[in-house]
């Protein structure tokens, strides 16, 4: 017998009752991994979890469970395997030890434990793994009464699925950060630091050494001077928080027009790096209505007047959305 579809009667109520016995499974996991924009780090989300809209991961339509996906340093997983290794750690209610898990991006090591969230009580869970020239990490907080749905073995289900991708294609980033970067002037490397607030331009890739060689770093600053005559002082002070360097010399800090609008350019010589590379380095804010584009470049002292002009390039490529 068959169906006005044409298909087999049979067949459809093979369907229906796979589906059923999806659905009475509860959540679990959906067919690909998701990767949050920007980052290296992806998973295959629980049923009924979605990208967050205010950091990197994914949460409920409430937004009462939330899974957090970001990047550490490389070191992070190593420090955490030896502290596992070195001596088990002190266990209190609620609180399991680290475990290792394998994943399929290689082995993890997970914790779990029941906290409070204001007057709601929560399951936390994090998991971090080695990602090479980085580590991975993701945390999830669930509430209590989302536990019959989201177990124990659910959330361990959806670590386990873990994968790691070496490269965020670069149109990925940019389209990310807040303004449009028409010219990259040739750097090679292109690696968000904080998705969305800041991204890197670089020769190198080596990120122990980005120092030997020219780099950019551009993002947003939030707060801005209320007075324009402010500004010098606040370029100067900004100027101070670029890390990185050492025995900092402000040796210019001048107003300047960026594109039409009011700037400011700071330069500095510094010492970088393990290795103390005397570097030169160049600051340019531009001041909007909102906030202020933030704009570093640094290149070792004598890779300064060819890196100096590509610096400019990308400055000048620098238009809103």
Same mark, same amino acid.
């Not at 669930?142 to 670069?170: C, G, H, W």
């Not at 584009?293 to 238009?319: K, M, T």
């Given at each position: ?13 093979? /369907? %229906?009752?796979?589906?059923? /016995? ?5 959540? =679990? ?14 998973? +295959?989300?629980?049923? $009924?979890?979605? @990208? !967050? ?62 906290? @409070? ?11 971090? /793994?080695? =990602? ?5 990490? %993701? ?7 989302? /536990? ?36 990259? !002037? =040739? ?43 402010? @500004? $010098? ?5 900004? !100027? ?10 402000? +040796? ?5 027009? %960026?594109?039409?609008? !009011? ?32 704009? %570093? ?12 002009? @590509? ?5 000048? =490529?620098?238009?809103?959305?």
């Amino acid at each position: 017998m068959q169906t006005e579809s044409g298909y087999p009667m049979k067949s459809v109520r093979l /369907l %229906i009752a796979a589906v059923a /016995l999806l659905i009475a499974a509860g959540p =679990g996991l959906a067919a690909d991994p998701v990767f949050p924009p920007g980052v290296r780090v992806g998973l +295959t989300p629980l049923p $009924g979890l979605v @990208r !967050a809209k205010e950091f990197s991961g994914f949460e409920t339509e409430d937004q009462s469970v939330k899974v957090l996906v970001a990047e550490l340093p490389a070191q992070a997983f190593g420090e955490v395997m030896n502290a596992v290794n070195a001596e088990p750690p002190a266990t209190g209610p609620g609180v399991g030890k680290p475990e290792r898990i394998e994943t399929a991006a290689g082995p993890a090591y997970t914790t779990a434990e029941t906290a @409070r969230d204001g007057a709601t009580t929560v399951r936390r869970y994090s998991m971090i /793994l080695s =990602g090479g020239s980085f580590s991975g990490y %993701i945390a999830a907080q669930i509430p209590e009464n989302a /536990l019959k749905i989201y177990t124990d073995e659910a959330v361990r289900q959806m670590f386990a699925s873990v994968v790691i991708r070496q490269q965020v294609p670069v149109g990925e980033q940019l389209d990310l950060m807040p303004f449009k970067v028409s010219d990259l !002037a =040739g750097f090679k490397t292109v690696r968000t630091l904080a998705p969305g607030a800041a991204v890197l331009l670089a020769d190198g890739e080596d990120t122990n050494t980005f120092e030997t060689a020219p780099f950019m770093v551009l993002g947003l600053i939030g707060n801005m001077p209320s007075q324009p005559d402010d @500004r $010098g002082r606040f370029a100067q002070e900004v !100027a101070t928080t670029i890390p990185g360097i050492r025995d900092a010399h402000i +040796t210019m800090n001048e107003p300047i027009r %960026i594109d039409g609008q !009011a700037g400011f350019e700071t330069r500095i010589d510094a010492t970088s790096g393990k290795n103390n590379t005397a570097v030169t380095v160049v600051q340019w804010l531009k001041f909007g209505s909102q906030n202020v584009v933030r704009l %570093i470049g640094s290149a070792p002292r004598e890779q300064w007047s060819q890196a100096f002009p @590509r610096f400019r390039a990308v400055r000048d =490529g620098i238009q809103p959305r």
